[in-house]
């Protein structure tokens, strides 16, 4: 590659691509307006401005933060307009340079050390390139540019296939490099840049079963089951003395976390990357709630300490790479008999191989009563998707249910014609005064049911629609669900996953609800537990 003679590139252009983004909300305009901008930098930045145009200033798999609060950017918004010079114009690497050297002010006086320099960041910006500069802060565009707008844009700009851009940032975790490779090497680079070691890599991820039949039938009549275990993912790479621990979210978690890291030296391989979970647990092994397991994970003194005050428990249960010799086109099986071979048993992950319902549910109540949450069950021949949620593995949790009002009810179709057979679930809003709707089910009832149901409706009817009625909440059902997810569909903003009514409870009225408020927390709870939620690291 020749040196680059080209200068570098203003701020200025960037907060005006980004003015154009904003302005159409059309996706082909979004990608031609990036390819075209990106096209246009020098290689070294590329990667810069792909996480300036996201809004997030640093890599994914960068741990720095800006460490910014609201007082600190009050006060320097208030000292740049006292400046008085004229500000010579802000290239894109000086802003990324500056927001590093924001992120990395230590010590006692770092609070004013963060100010100043954000100061002389925001002194020489203009409006418009404030604007951006803020949003970065604020970690939001709000310009409809996501990683999958942005994938595509980079795709279009290097003229690769966006599914090779896709995988490529899999496995490198940094949008701003996979920009860089596609445009400077174009696939090929893009191909070579497979797993790594010491290099952080983006998980599998499971699909939730709706229940065990679909599991064993998408699994085609076998699958392996596992402890679904309450704590924290992580990924173990070590190569020769080096190891490295990545979190889920591929942060680098090595150094509070040295037990584990004694255990991966310990094992009889120079080189390789596991995959399992650690657990918080209390002096009996009994798992502890996850909130103490963060608090290991955030904890940068005193590590020593922390270790006796909660211990932690390692179970592995893959491994995608073994002294030389990638696994995660092998199948599932084939990976586990392979970690069989490398770590002793205390580490593995419980599981079994099963054909049937009944023998998936003992071993689930048996996860459960140790404390965990559940299973996971992962097709015997599977190849380990980089990155990617899908039904090869599915999380199996316990049901959990809510006392929810029918609202409105629609009529069937095929062997459910002439019956409201389709109902609206809602919880009471008492900060309202009013039903939520979270939830459509047609599942549970018998067809003697849902013939009683349908006269039942008829007469609660409030207006009549094309597809049914609106319906006074007198009914009021048991529905069981898998999850509570974030939705667009319903004002409420949450939906129910897998909804089925579990029995029509004739003793209760609208007064004895679930509460909107009571779902939120639930949905909290739910998030605290994945580890996915804003606690998570
Ligand atoms: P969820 O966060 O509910 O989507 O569930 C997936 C998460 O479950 C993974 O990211 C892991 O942290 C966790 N997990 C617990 N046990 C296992 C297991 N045996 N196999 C894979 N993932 C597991």
């Not at 907060?15 to 075209?36: G, V």
Request: charged share 30%; proline share 4%.
């Amino acid at each position: 590659m020749t040196p680059t003679t080209q200068e570098e590139t203003p701020f200025a252009r960037l907060a005006e691509l980004t003015t154009k983004l904003e302005a159409t909300t059309k996706r082909l305009e979004k990608r031609a307006l990036l390819a075209a901008f990106l096209r246009s930098l020098r290689r070294d930045e590329v990667g810069p401005a792909v996480h300036l145009i996201v809004g997030r200033i640093f890599a994914e798999s960068d741990s720095r933060a800006l460490n910014v609060g609201w007082a600190t950017l009050k006060k320097a918004l208030a000292g740049t307009k006292q400046a008085t010079l004229v500000p010579r114009p802000l290239t894109i690497l000086e802003v990324t340079h500056l927001f590093g050297q924001i992120a990395e002010a230590r010590g006692a006086d770092s609070t004013r050390a963060r100010r100043r320099l954000l100061e002389a960041l925001l002194g020489r910006a203009s409006e418009g390139e404030r604007d951006v500069l803020l949003r970065n802060v604020f970690g939001e565009m709000r310009i409809g540019v996501n990683e999958g707008v942005m994938l595509e844009g980079i795709a279009d700009a290097a003229g690769v296939e966006a599914d090779s851009v896709r995988t490529a940032h899999m496995f490198l975790g940094d949008l701003g490099l996979v920009a860089e490779i596609a445009l400077f090497e174009g696939a090929p680079g893009l191909r070579s840049r497979g797993l790594r070691l010491l290099a952080p890599m983006k998980p599998m991820l499971a699909e939730m079963a709706e229940d065990l039949d679909e599991v064993l039938r998408e699994h085609g009549g076998q699958t392996a089951i596992e402890y679904k275990l309450d704590g924290a993912r992580i990924q173990i790479h070590r190569r020769g003395n080096a190891v490295r621990i990545f979190s889920r979210r591929l942060s680098d978690v090595t150094d509070s976390l040295p037990e584990i890291v004694a255990i991966a030296k310990s094992l009889p391989a120079a080189e390789f990357l596991l995959e399992g979970e650690v657990v918080a647990v209390d002096t009996d092994g009994k798992p502890l709630p996850f909130q103490d397991l963060m608090r290991r994970f955030r904890r940068v003194h005193g590590i020593e300490a922390a270790q006796e005050e909660v211990p932690l428990k390692l179970y592995l249960f893959d491994l995608l790479h073994v002294e030389g010799r990638t696994l995660i086109d092998e199948p599932y099986q084939e990976r586990w008999r392979l970690l069989e071979g490398l770590v002793p048993s205390e580490f593995l992950t419980p599981r079994r191989i099963v054909k049937r319902k009944e023998e998936i549910e003992p071993f689930l109540q048996a996860a459960l009563s140790a404390g965990h949450e559940g299973l996971m069950a992962k097709a015997l021949d599977s190849t380990y998707s980089v990155g990617k949620r899908g039904k090869k593995w599915f999380k199996i949790k316990p049901a959990d249910r809510l006392d929810m009002a029918i609202v409105a009810a629609e009529w069937g179709s095929g062997r459910r014609e002439g019956w409201l057979s389709n109902y609206w679930l809602a919880v009471r809003d008492d900060a309202s005064d009013s039903f939520q709707m979270i939830g459509k089910t047609f599942k549970g009832l018998t067809d003697a049911e849902f013939e009683t149901m349908t006269e039942r409706l008829r007469g609660l009817a409030t207006s009549e629609e094309r597809w049914g009625f609106h319906v006074r909440p007198d009914v009021v059902v048991e529905v069981a669900y898998n999850e509570i997810q974030r939705s667009p569909h319903y004002p409420s903003g949450f939906a129910l996953r897998f909804a089925r009514i579990v029995r029509v409870r004739d003793d209760k009225g609208p007064a004895d609800v679930d509460t909107y408020a009571r779902l939120k927390e639930l949905y909290a709870k739910q998030f605290e537990r994945k580890g996915r939620g804003p606690e998570d690291l």
